[in-house]
């Protein structure tokens, strides 16, 4: 497995990780807005654009 392919596995913007996480994208973006970095989800802002870190936001709703 490549950089870039760890990279596209891992991270994700709001669709996909909507998809993801069986949810509408509007629900992650209530979510964020209300909650912060106090939710269930991992997400960075990276040059505007928010990305989800698919990996651990597995592992914080599996250890909940």
Known sequence: M???DFNN???ADEKE???HL???PSTLRRRRSLLG?????VWHKN?????YDL???DKR???K
């Open 2 to 4: 490549n950089k870039k």
């Open 9 to 11: 596995e891992r991270w």
């Open 17 to 19: 990780a909507a998809e």
């Open 22 to 24: 069986k949810v509408k």
């Open 37 to 41: 970095k106090d939710t269930n989800e």
């Open 47 to 51: 040059h505007g654009k928010i990305l």
């Open 55 to 57: 990996w651990e936001t």
């Open 61 to 63: 709703i599996s250890n």
